[in-house]
Structures are given as structure tokens and as C-alpha cells.
């Protein structure tokens, strides 16, 4: 029996037993863990924070006190009052493991940080947002005419434009009275219906003519990355993507692990949607900044995710989703607002959740069918969307089945011996040469490929520190194309491959080894 804590780092995973007394700092850079500081331990940079994980953690075996950190110390004390430290974060340089812990390192405090690669593809659409500006002219108060300025601006609006029975939010309603008469009677209204037989909803009135634009944002909140797209709904432009890490990690790497944390812990299903609601604040800050504009003119937005993330993002706990038969709260398409999920954009902007397939397949498996239309194939279409669940379609016209299945933590190091998130330093691409079979390959960070001149300088800094799922999934797509891996997955012998890269593995099954630089360094090897 060892008195040493086991403490254990996420998003990494890497994990180890140290001393009573031992500052996250220094059990951090044992482990090899990304965790910055420049200060020299002194509490002064802030690079070094982490946020601790309390409650119980069945995916790695252990409990987590609420003494498994030492007491916040003066120097925390003081770094907070001066430079502000959030809430839940502690400095990895001044808080000490007193008992076994979960740490997560969020991605400020990363050396290499995380890579979200989500691009959007622009397709040829019919431009129709269920949000319009429109300009009127309302006509003024009249002692014989005792209606209020929300029911002339209603008349102005039907009789102008057509739309009869418009309501609107108490908010905008408090404010049109001065908006009105500051804009002489003259005003531009945003105007929400989704469709023609929907009452028509006012949610925000400018003075005058208003010849700015209003915007729309699409999020695909995934269990591993959050990525969003800021869009012009006046052009149909998408003027900005960002995107980060969901901060959902530190409690659990794939869906069934948050769903144990939330079955364990009696605040945990509220813990995380606390930590997703704030991260989807961050991303559309990100998105703002990058486009230049103010986030209270979004004023619609759409989101997909997988059935626990759709759970969590609402605020309901996954519990039944955690055994069979996996019942959904709801499966039907959700329509709500900003401020019911707390999000920071304009109060009255609309959010719109596309429905849910089946207790593990989600709405973004909806959102993937809507894009590809599968159901509209002659032929028969599979259609698979890789992440950290995998989700797959198979139909036509006939019919369309669609299942899906846990993949991510495969692909970025469980029972994979390179395997690694996409981080700077990380294979992601991989080729190999149908004639010589000899591969070559591109690292994130670089875009020089591995035999190209240059490429030892340009990753002398990141190094190669292994391989994510893209450089996975390329990898033994080029071995099928290149006849190393045969229908059934097998990879031939040296004669039939043609290359004395094929070697034998110590449980006799083929493998195919690679060193790019031929110096008998580290060797990644497929089997």
C-alpha cells in the first residue's frame, strides 16, 4: 500500500503516484503533461493554471475530496485580487497534490494547444433566414386615436408589409417608445417567422433606416470540439470560424464517462452544462472579434450535437441515455431563446436545435443527412462523420439506416501506441507511393512534407510527437490504395508488398514500419 496520490491530467490522460506534498507544477512536467510556466513557479505568469476535478470518476477509478488540492495560498490570494483568477482554476505552481486528483489543463494553459480543423463548405442555397429586416412608417399619436405605439407599428407592419398578429419581447417593448420618436416615426424592425403560418415576432426595432447587417450562427457541438460559424443573414456570407476544445473533457474523454460522472456525482450533469454554456460564450466572443461585430446582432442560431451533448447543452441529465433502451428526453426539433440557455448574443435571438435520430444518434447525424440527402440517392450512399463518435448512414431512396459507434479515443492514443490528438507536432497527413511504397507524410504545423528540404528545420521546434485519426484514417486508406492492405485488412508479405518495410510482429501478424529519416530513429508501426 503506497501513501503516494495518483493523479491523473485530461485532456492527456497521462497519469502517475507522487508524493504527499507535490506541486502540480512538477508532477506536470514529470508526466510529460503540456502545462505552461515561464515564471519559474512563482505565481506571477498565471500560464500554469489547471482546474481540478472533484467527485467521483468511474472511468479512471477514483474519488476525488474536496482536500485533494492544498489550501488556496497568498500567493493565489493575491494573483486573483490583481489579475483575476476564474473561478474552480488554480495555479499548478502554488496548489500541491495532498490526495489522489483529477487535473484538467484547459487550453490557455497549453504549450501546444489543441488544433479544431472544422472548415465550413459554401454550398449553393436559397438564402431564407427566419429573421428580416424590414422598414416602416408608423403613424404618430393622435388625441382622437388612443391606440399604443405597439399597436401602430403592428398596423404599420400589416398594412406595409403584410404581416398581421405581430407580438413581441417585453425587452424591445420597454425600449420602442424612445426608439420610435427618435427616429421621427420612422423605424427598421427585425422581424422573426420561421414560416408564413408562425405569428411574426418583433425582436428588435432601430431608429431610422438601418443599413447594417444581422447574423446568424451554426454550431456543432461536438463531445472532443465546439465549432461555430458566424453568417450575414442579409447575404448569406459566413464572415467568421472558430473553434475550441469542449471543456467537458476534464470530466469524462467520451460520452459514457459523462454519463457516469453525472450518475455519481450529485451536481455533475449540472457541472457540465455550466462548463458548455460558458465555452460557447467564449466561442462567440472568438467569432465577434474575429469579424468586428457586436454579438447582440446575432439574432439566430442552429445547433447540432450528439444525443449527451444535446442533453447536457439543455441542462437535462443524460441519466436514461446511460442504459438501455436509451431513452431521449425529447427527439423532436427544440425552439428556444438565448437567454433560456443562457447564451451571451442578443436576448431575444432564436435558437434552433435540430431533432435527434435515436438514443445515440443526434442531431448532427440529422444535420449530416439534411446536407448529403442520402434518402435521395438512386444508388446506395454510406455517409460517415468521424469524430469522437462516429456516425454512419447507409440508404437511398428506399430506406435509410443510421447507427454509431465510439472512435475518438481510439484514434487519439487508446491501445494505439503513437496515437495522439491533433496538436502541433502531431502526422496528419500520409502518402505513400504506389510504385517505391516508400510513405512520406505532413505534421501539423508545418506545410512542408517529410521529404522535402527543409522539413527538419521546419519541425525542429514541434517535433514528431505521433499521429491523430486524420493521419490514422489517410494511413491505411494509402496502404489499401497502394496494395499493402488487402479487402480483408491483411497486410501482405515482403515479396508481395515489395518493400523491406514489411516486418513480422511478434504475434505473427504483418506490420509496416516507417522512419523518415532513415536513422534508425522512433518507428511507427501499422499492424
Same mark, same amino acid.
Given at each position: 500500500?503506497?501513501?503516494?496520490?495518483?493523479?491523473?491530467?485530461?485532456?492527456?490522460?497521462?497519469?502517475?503516484?507522487?508524493?504527499?506534498?507535490?506541486?502540480?507544477?512538477?508532477? +506536470?512536467?514529470?508526466?510529460?503533461?503540456?502545462?505552461?510556466?515561464?515564471?519559474?513557479?512563482?505565481?506571477?505568469?498565471?500560464?500554469?493554471?489547471?482546474?481540478?476535478?472533484?467527485?467521483?470518476?468511474?472511468?479512471?477509478?477514483?474519488?476525488?475530496?474536496?482536500?485533494?488540492?492544498?489550501?488556496?495560498?497568498?500567493?493565489?490570494?493575491?494573483?486573483?485580487?490583481?489579475?483575476?483568477?476564474?473561478?474552480?482554476?488554480?495555479?499548478?505552481?502554488?496548489?500541491?497534490?495532498?490526495?489522489?486528483?483529477?487535473?484538467?489543463?484547459?487550453?490557455?494553459?497549453?504549450?501546444?494547444?489543441?488544433?479544431?480543423?472544422?472548415?465550413?463548405?459554401?454550398?449553393?442555397?436559397?438564402?431564407?433566414?427566419?429573421?428580416?429586416?424590414?422598414?416602416?412608417?408608423?403613424?404618430?399619436?393622435?388625441?382622437?386615436?388612443?391606440?399604443?405605439?405597439?399597436?401602430?407599428?403592428?398596423?404599420?407592419?400589416?398594412?406595409?408589409?403584410?404581416?398581421?398578429?405581430?407580438?413581441?419581447?417585453?425587452?424591445?417593448?420597454?425600449?420602442?417608445?424612445?426608439?420610435?420618436?427618435?427616429?421621427?416615426?420612422?423605424?427598421?424592425?427585425?422581424?422573426?417567422?420561421?414560416?408564413?403560418?408562425?405569428?411574426?415576432?418583433?425582436?428588435?426595432?432601430?431608429?431610422?433606416?438601418?443599413?447594417?447587417?444581422?447574423?446568424?450562427?451554426?454550431?456543432?457541438?461536438?463531445?472532443?470540439?465546439?465549432?461555430?460559424?458566424?453568417?450575414?443573414?442579409?447575404?448569406?456570407?459566413?464572415?467568421?470560424?472558430?473553434?475550441?476544445?469542449?471543456?467537458?473533457?476534464?470530466?469524462?474523454?467520451?460520452?459514457?464517462?459523462?454519463?457516469?460522472?453525472?450518475?455519481?456525482?450529485?451536481?455533475?450533469? +449540472?457541472?457540465?452544462? +455550466?462548463?458548455?454554456?460558458?465555452?460557447?460564450?467564449?466561442?462567440?466572443?472568438?467569432?465577434?472579434?474575429?469579424?468586428?461585430?457586436?454579438?447582440?446582432?446575432?439574432?439566430?442560431?442552429?445547433?447540432?450535437?450528439?444525443?449527451?451533448?444535446?442533453?447536457?447543452?439543455?441542462?437535462?441529465?443524460?441519466?436514461?441515455?446511460?442504459?438501455?433502451?436509451?431513452?431521449?428526453?425529447?427527439?423532436?426539433?427544440?425552439?428556444?431563446?438565448?437567454?433560456?440557455?443562457?447564451?451571451?448574443?442578443?436576448?431575444?435571438?432564436?435558437?434552433?436545435?435540430?431533432?435527434?435520430?435515436?438514443?445515440?444518434?443526434?442531431?448532427?447525424?440529422?444535420?449530416?443527412?439534411?446536407?448529403?440527402?442520402?434518402?435521395?440517392?438512386?444508388?446506395?450512399?454510406?455517409?460517415?462523420?468521424?469524430?469522437?463518435?462516429?456516425?454512419?448512414?447507409?440508404?437511398?431512396?428506399?430506406?435509410?439506416?443510421?447507427?454509431?459507434?465510439?472512435?475518438?479515443?481510439?484514434?487519439?492514443?487508446?491501445? $494505439?501506441?503513437?496515437?495522439?490528438?491533433?496538436?502541433?507536432?502531431?502526422?496528419?497527413?500520409?502518402?505513400?507511393? $504506389?510504385?517505391?511504397?516508400?510513405?512520406?507524410?505532413?505534421? $501539423?504545423?508545418?506545410?512542408?512534407?517529410?521529404?522535402?528540404?527543409?522539413? +527538419?528545420?521546419?519541425?525542429?521546434?514541434?517535433?514528431?510527437?505521433?499521429?491523430?485519426?486524420?493521419?490514422?484514417?489517410?494511413?491505411?486508406?494509402?496502404?489499401? $490504395?497502394?496494395?499493402?492492405?488487402?479487402?480483408?485488412?491483411?497486410?501482405?508479405?515482403?515479396?508481395?508488398?515489395?518493400?523491406?518495410?514489411?516486418?513480422?510482429?511478434?504475434?505473427?501478424?504483418?506490420?509496416?514500419?516507417?522512419?523518415?529519416?532513415?536513422?534508425?530513429?522512433?518507428?511507427?508501426?501499422?499492424?
Amino acid at each position: 500500500m503506497t501513501d503516494d496520490a495518483l493523479v491523473i491530467f485530461t485532456p492527456s490522460g497521462k497519469r502517475g503516484r507522487f508524493a504527499l506534498g507535490t506541486p502540480v507544477l512538477t508532477a +506536470a512536467r514529470q508526466l510529460g503533461v503540456d502545462l505552461d510556466s515561464v515564471c519559474g513557479g512563482r505565481g506571477i505568469c498565471s500560464k500554469c493554471q489547471i482546474t481540478p476535478g472533484y467527485g467521483e470518476f468511474s472511468k479512471h477509478g477514483v474519488t476525488v475530496e474536496a482536500d485533494a488540492l492544498s489550501e488556496w495560498n497568498a500567493v493565489e490570494e493575491r494573483y486573483k485580487r490583481i489579475r483575476g483568477l476564474i473561478d474552480g482554476r488554480r495555479l499548478g505552481c502554488q496548489a500541491k497534490v495532498m490526495g489522489d486528483v483529477v487535473i484538467d489543463v484547459p487550453p490557455e494553459s497549453q504549450v501546444h494547444k489543441q488544433v479544431v480543423r472544422k472548415r465550413v463548405e459554401a454550398r449553393e442555397i436559397r438564402m431564407d433566414p427566419s429573421v428580416h429586416l424590414h422598414f416602416v412608417e408608423v403613424a404618430e399619436p393622435d388625441m382622437h386615436d388612443p391606440s399604443g405605439d405597439l399597436e401602430r407599428l403592428s398596423d404599420a407592419l400589416r398594412d406595409q408589409w403584410g404581416f398581421k398578429d405581430v407580438t413581441i419581447d417585453l425587452p424591445i417593448l420597454t425600449a420602442l417608445q424612445p426608439i420610435l420618436r427618435k427616429g421621427e416615426w420612422k423605424v427598421t424592425v427585425a422581424l422573426h417567422q420561421v414560416a408564413a403560418t408562425d405569428t411574426p415576432r418583433i425582436m428588435q426595432v432601430w431608429p431610422g433606416l438601418y443599413e447594417g447587417s444581422i447574423y446568424g450562427v451554426a454550431v456543432d457541438l461536438g463531445s472532443t470540439t465546439i465549432a461555430g460559424h458566424l453568417c450575414d443573414l442579409r447575404t448569406g456570407e459566413v464572415v467568421a470560424s472558430s473553434g475550441l476544445m469542449n471543456p467537458q473533457i476534464r470530466f469524462g474523454e467520451d460520452l459514457m464517462s459523462r454519463v457516469s460522472y453525472s450518475m455519481m456525482n450529485p451536481s455533475g450533469a +449540472a457541472e457540465m452544462t +455550466a462548463a458548455v454554456r460558458q465555452a460557447m460564450n467564449t466561442l462567440f466572443g472568438q467569432l465577434c472579434d474575429e469579424a468586428k461585430v457586436d454579438r447582440a446582432l446575432i439574432m439566430d442560431s442552429v445547433f447540432v450535437c450528439n444525443p449527451v451533448m444535446h442533453h447536457l447543452f439543455l441542462g437535462i441529465d443524460p441519466y436514461e441515455l446511460g442504459q438501455a433502451p436509451f431513452a431521449l428526453a425529447t427527439s423532436n426539433a427544440l425552439r428556444l431563446t438565448a437567454r433560456d440557455l443562457e447564451l451571451q448574443m442578443h436576448p431575444a435571438a432564436r435558437v434552433y436545435l435540430l431533432p435527434c435520430i435515436a438514443g445515440h444518434v443526434g442531431a448532427d447525424a440529422a444535420a449530416v443527412a439534411l446536407s448529403e440527402n442520402p434518402d435521395k440517392s438512386e444508388d446506395l450512399m454510406l455517409v460517415v462523420d468521424v469524430g469522437t463518435n462516429a456516425e454512419i448512414l447507409l440508404g437511398n431512396t428506399t430506406k435509410v439506416l443510421a447507427c454509431s459507434s465510439p472512435t475518438g479515443p481510439a484514434f487519439e492514443g487508446a491501445q $494505439i501506441s503513437s496515437g495522439q490528438r491533433a496538436a502541433p507536432g502531431a502526422i496528419e497527413r500520409v502518402e505513400i507511393d $504506389i510504385a517505391t511504397k516508400e510513405p512520406r507524410f505532413k505534421v $501539423i504545423g508545418s506545410d512542408l512534407w517529410s521529404d522535402d528540404p527543409g522539413f +527538419a528545420a521546419a519541425t525542429a521546434t514541434t517535433g514528431i510527437t505521433g499521429i491523430c485519426g486524420s493521419g490514422i484514417i489517410e494511413m491505411v486508406a494509402e496502404m489499401r $490504395i497502394a496494395g499493402i492492405v488487402d479487402a480483408q485488412g491483411l497486410i501482405g508479405s515482403a515479396e508481395q508488398v515489395g518493400s523491406d518495410r514489411r516486418a513480422r510482429c511478434r504475434r505473427g501478424r504483418g506490420s509496416c514500419r516507417s522512419d523518415h529519416q532513415g536513422t534508425g530513429g522512433p518507428k511507427i508501426t501499422v499492424t
